[in-house]
T-cell receptor
Framework: AQRVTQPEKLLSVFKGAPVELKCNYS??????LFWYVQYSRQRLQLLLR??SRESIKGFTADLNKGETSFHLKKPFAQEEDSAMYYC????????????FGRGTSLIVHP | DGGITQSPKYLFRKEGQNVTLSCEQN?????MYWYRQDPGQGLRLIYY???????QKGDIAEGYSVSREKKESFPLTVTSAQKNPTAFYLC?????????????FGQGTRLTVV
């Protein structure tokens, strides 16, 4: 079975502070990990995926297979980063069905 | 304008009634999904379909039913058997046959039982 754990329900930081949203996963095969974001009054959308190895809106995430983690990081948070963030996993064994964590609400204070 | 559309945005249901939530996509995606979003619980999979006229139960299918008569449409019926139907429902779709691709989401339907 595949499982995604986001230990923090809420993360509150000040503008300019570093941010790290934690994500750990459980999957026996080779996983593909994603971060989705839901801004207020907007639909859930893809932020980044690990195979792209890209930085989106200043966010990066590295897949650590040894620690089974895929933490999302940004060195300097901005107020517009305030949103709900979901880590998701999909693997071939599950026909690529996305499994989501419970989400972390990020609040960036001015 | 391509995308995935859910309707209605808000839905009120009396206890004992069945209601159907609409999900339509014009992205030519093969796979469609229904998730339920509750505070603190993330997105939980209700049903999914990877091909027309075929669908599979997800983790919390009890009290729900779906159909997939057309590639573009994947309606969800919340039946009276669903004990706690008040929630935010999200529909998603993705293309298949190209490995692991991102899911695209609708705007959601908020269902309230009154």
């Amino acid at each position: 079975a595949q499982r995604v754990t986001q230990p923090e329900k809420l993360l509150s930081v000040f503008k300019g502070a570093p941010v790290e949203l934690k994500c750990n996963y459980s999957y026996s095969g080779s996983p593909e990990l994603f971060w989705y974001v839901q801004y207020s009054r907007q639909r859930l959308q893809l932020l980044l995926r690990h195979i792209s190895r890209e930085s989106i809106k200043g966010f990066t995430a590295d897949l650590n297979k040894g620690e089974t983690s895929f933490h999302l990081k940004k060195p300097f948070a901005q107020e517009e980063d305030s949103a709900m963030y979901y880590c998701a996993l999909s693997g071939a064994g599950g026909s690529y069905i996305p499994t989501f964590g419970r989400g972390t609400s990020l609040i960036v204070h001015p | 304008d391509g995308g995935i559309t859910q309707s209605p945005k808000y839905l009120f249901r009396k206890e004992g009634q069945n209601v159907t939530l609409s999900c339509e996509q014009n992205l030519n995606h093969d796979a469609m999904y229904w998730y339920r979003q509750d505070p603190g619980q993330g997105l939980r999979l209700i049903y999914y379909s990877q091909i027309v006229n075929d669908f599979q139960k997800g983790d919390i299918a009890e009290g729900y039913s779906v159909s997939r008569e057309k590639k573009e449409s994947f309606p969800l019926t919340v039946t009276s058997a669903q004990k706690n139907p008040t929630a935010f429902y999200l529909c998603a779709s993705r293309t298949m046959g190209q490995g692991n691709t991102e899911a695209f989401f609708g705007q959601g339907t908020r269902l309230t039982v009154v």
